[in-house]
């Protein structure tokens, strides 16, 4: 199913009003410095977030029922007992730790380098930076399937900048929810409209990579 853009839209729109609410009720608490934000690739909470991310990248998702809540604009009673699957957990306890912790990692953030504040350039610059320097590291570690990004070859070396692009613009979509209740509709299509877009944006990298595999064959 192909990703609606006019829900990406709104989203960005949705994210934009969240962002300067926060900035007006959320001030940096007493005793917690805003960090230069050169610091922020050697901070502890940053990095977990990425290696977060870059999990909850790799499982498997339902995106045919996040999709179908994403055009409808709503969810019934029976399909908030299951929507932890939608997203990928097997549980309910699971799927809101998950973005529980998501959440607090990203006012950390904002708090102390001002993150959800900046430019969406600016924080995608950031976050590409990031997710490269943790695949090297995998890499050099020889650490699960991710590894692979760092593959010799053209074609690859396209697709691997076209996911850490992708994940780093839906780790963006994600920060931009993290003061939503994810208990209610307005939470649920916030983080719903960043795991749509990683698939659908996604799957055009796997098919531009199998584009380039074949005109370098023929």
């Known amino acids: 199913m192909k ?16 962002s300067c609410k926060r900035q007006i009720e959320s001030p940096s608490e007493p005793g917690i410095s805003i960090k230069d934000i050169s610091e922020i690739a050697q901070d502890t909470t940053f990095i977990n977030f990425l290696k977060d991310q870059l999990n909850y990248s790799l499982i498997k998702k339902n ?7 994403l055009k409808n604009q709503t969810i019934s009673s029976e399909e908030m007992k299951t929507i932890h699957n939608y997203f990928g957990f097997n549980n309910p306890i699971d799927f ?7 959440k607090r990692r990203a006012l950390y953030l904002d708090k102390v380098f001002g993150l959800n504040r900046m430019e969406i350039s600016a924080k995608r610059d950031i976050l590409i930076n990031g997710f490269e320097r943790l695949l090297k590291k995998i890499n050099t570690k020889n650490e699960g399937t991710i590894s692979r990004a760092l593959a010799d070859g053209p074609c690859e070396t ?7 692009t992708v994940t780093s613009e839906s780790a963006i979509m994600h920060l931009g929810c993290a003061a939503l209740d994810l208990t209610v509709l307005g939470g649920l299509l916030c983080h719903g409209a960043a795991v749509a877009y990683q698939w659908s944006a996604g799957n055009t990298c796997n ?11 023929n």
Not at 3 to 17: D, Q, T
Not at 63 to 69: G, P
């Open 3 to 18: 990703f609606s853009f006019k829900i990406l839209a709104a989203f960005f729109l949705l994210m934009y009003i969240v």
């Open 63 to 69: 995106t045919k029922k996040i999709n179908e809540i």
């Open 96 to 102: 809101l730790n998950h973005f529980n912790e998501m």
């Open 158 to 164: 396209a697709r691997v900048n076209c996911i850490v």
């Open 207 to 217: 098919s531009n990579y199998q584009l380039c595999v074949n005109q370098r064959i």
